[in-house]
């Protein structure tokens, strides 16, 4: 596509169901490059209805109400602009969680999950406080407090935002009895812990061996 261009919606296409709507956006997606444009089609809606990858092929004849097709074509205009599929529907998965993410923070990475995955391992029943630094969209913070009963898990970034994930933890965050500040990794942390996990792990095997946990 020219760079800067719109992409260009099929307009004159009827959008009363689910399947009229994955036509449209794989039809765009396909005109402006995108590889797989099916595939991207789904997960475009999937993503904005937080349902499984196969719900928009398995209900193709769901009635598409006005404002999950806006919000569907939207995403798949930024998608067909280049944006990664999170920031393009706003959401990214990440274990258990669906968190809303935008540009000011990294997408969560698979190789994140393995940290989770690792601390939780590492905590006992002694553990009742964790840290987070370097937070940013909150996603190991949050799972943590999801996955395990903590008596209090705190997050921290340099970098001040409305709430963690580009504005879409809160209400978990609130649920899981997260500490969101801001602060720089330097400084004193308010809970005086020891030691906290890194956000932005190196790649397994690359020095993470051991993740040491908080008491």
């Known amino acids: 596509m020219t760079k800067g261009a719109t992409p260009f919606?099929?307009?004159?296409?009827?959008?009363?169901?689910?399947?009229?709507?994955?036509?449209?956006?794989?039809?765009?997606l396909e005109s402006e490059g995108v590889a797989e444009a099916q595939r991207e089609a789904r997960e475009i809606v999937a993503a904005v209805l937080d349902v499984p990858k196969f719900w928009a092929a398995a209900n193709s004849v769901a009635d598409a109400s006005p404002e999950v097709a806006k919000s569907v074509i939207r995403a798949a205009m930024r998608r067909a602009q280049g944006a990664p599929?999170?920031?393009?529907?706003?959401?990214a998965s990440f274990r258990h969680l669906t968190l809303e993410v935008d540009e000011s923070v990294l997408i969560p990475r698979v190789e994140t999950e393995l940290l989770v995955e690792?601390?939780?391992?590492?905590?006992?029943e002694n553990t009742n406080r964790i840290a987070d630094i370097g937070t940013g969209s909150g996603a190991i913070a949050?799972?943590?407090?999801?996955?395990?009963?903590?008596?209090?898990?705190?997050?921290?970034d340099a970098l001040?935002?409305?709430?963690?994930?580009?504005?879409g933890s809160a209400s978990a965050a609130s649920r899981g009895g997260v500490n969101f500040t801001v602060q720089d990794a330097s400084s004193p942390h308010p809970a005086r812990l020891r030691f906290a996990p890194a956000s932005d792990p190196p790649p397994p095997g690359e020095g993470n061996e051991t993740l040491p946990c908080l008491n």
């Open 160 to 167: 001040a935002s409305p709430s963690p994930g580009g504005g």
């Open 118 to 124: 690792r601390v939780l391992e590492r905590c006992d």
């Open 85 to 91: 599929l999170a920031y393009a529907v706003g959401r």
């Open 142 to 156: 949050l799972s943590l407090a999801f996955e395990r009963e903590f008596e209090r898990v705190y997050a921290s």
């Open 9 to 28: 919606f099929p307009t004159t296409m009827r959008i009363g169901t689910i399947g009229d709507l994955l036509a449209g956006c794989a039809a765009m």
